[in-house]
């Protein structure tokens, strides 16, 4: 079994966000500093560490801030585009999918980059929609409810537990809803390609009364007081925060297997200032704003050129074929095919109301 510890803090992927705009002026004081527009489903409070190590390195450059949700920063920049009008010189978003269309549809533009060349490959998808972090999908457990036996370290595992205690701790295990949560449907949808037998751990999910929810917080917050013992597949960043204030919860990252999705980062084909969005696209992958990312915004960075344990590499190095992060590609797309979609979601309301 491996746990976290220094992998990953905080972020906040899951938690919905209230749409806010907001300006960091340009250091050196000139009131016509060229602006550079943001769309980004990050909250604020985490970004900004990465807005003011680029503004130390550019501080000619104002940057105005749009935080919303991942849906918004799609239908915001198809909407604005599509109507002839400028839009973000940079997006930024963790719903994978979506920002592979944008890209796959001409609503991105190529971005040649110093970093380019050696960013790896299933993080880069032809220069044009760049995966600029790396989080992995845990479980979380309360670690009192693990006193006499160590949690699951694998879906066979955790299948066992189930088996074995099902009727014990009935209704005290959560996971997201497929429906609602988009993160929780792109895990899903990754269970299924990889592992065969994932229908078997649904179902006996579904005879334990699990219960589900489209957020982290609800998920983790039953989990730190004891109301859940085990939660499953939950953003791995976001677990990590509560782990930091909570020390009733543990994570495993699964042995089997671990899913590894990214944020995404792109300029847009109809950006207002196209070289203010790649320059703040270069800083994000440079060895500077991967260190800030790992070591300030606690979230795992892809660059080869930052070292430890909150890396990419780090984690490869310690864990390597368990990890299987989700490839930048249009095969991302398959997860927004609405008849595909459907199918999946049916066959899960199906499974976990077998008993």
């Not at 550019?58 to 105005?64: F, G, Q, S, Y």
């Not at 009192?144 to 160590?150: A, Q």
């Not at 074995?164 to 988009?182: K, Q």
């Not at 997860?335 to 066959?347: F, H, M, N």
Request: with cysteine.
């Amino acid at each position: 079994m491996r746990t976290l510890h220094a992998f990953m803090l905080a972020a906040v992927l899951c938690s919905p966000a209230m749409a806010g705009e907001t300006f960091y002026p340009a250091p050196e004081g000139r009131p016509d500093a060229p602006v550079l527009v943001v769309y980004s489903s990050l909250d604020e409070p985490l970004a900004r560490p990465m807005i003011k190590g680029f503004q130390a390195a550019n501080p000619d450059v104002a940057v105005r801030y749009d935080e919303m949700l991942t849906g918004e920063v799609y239908d915001r920049v198809v909407r604005e585009t599509d109507a002839g009008q400028k839009t973000a010189d940079f997006a930024f978003s963790s719903a994978m999918d979506l920002q592979v269309k944008l890209s796959n549809d001409g609503y991105a533009q190529r971005s040649d980059l110093p970093m380019s060349e050696r960013w790896p490959q299933w993080a880069n998808w032809r220069n044009t929609a760049y995966a600029l972090t790396f989080e992995p999908a845990v479980f979380v457990y309360h670690k009192p409810s693990f006193k006499n036996e160590k949690p699951p370290a694998s879906r066979a595992e955790f299948l066992d537990y189930l088996n074995r205690h099902g009727n014990d701790i009935y209704g005290r295990i959560g996971t997201y809803d497929i429906e609602r949560s988009g993160v929780g449907f792109l895990f899903m949808a990754r269970d299924q390609e990889q592992f065969g037998d994932i229908w078997t751990v649904i179902r006996a999910m579904g005879a334990a009364g699990v219960k589900l929810y489209s957020t982290s917080s609800a998920i983790l917050e039953r989990v730190a007081d004891g109301r859940f013992v085990l939660g499953y597949n939950i953003l791995g960043s976001y677990a990590a925060d509560w782990v930091s204030r909570h020390p009733d919860v543990g994570i495993v990252l699964p042995e089997d297997y671990t899913v590894v999705m990214s944020r995404i980062g792109l300029v847009p084909e109809a950006a207002a200032s196209p070289e203010l969005g790649r320059r703040y696209l270069s800083f994000f992958m440079s060895k500077e704003g991967q260190t800030i990312m790992a070591r300030e915004l606690q979230i795992a960075a892809v660059s080869p050129d930052v070292a430890g344990d909150n890396t990419a590499t780090g984690m490869q190095a310690l864990l390597g074929a368990q990890l299987k992060p989700v490839p930048v590609s249009p095969g991302l797309m398959v997860y927004l095919d609405q008849v595909k979609r459907a199918r999946l979601i049916a066959r899960w309301n199906e499974v976990l109301r077998t008993q």
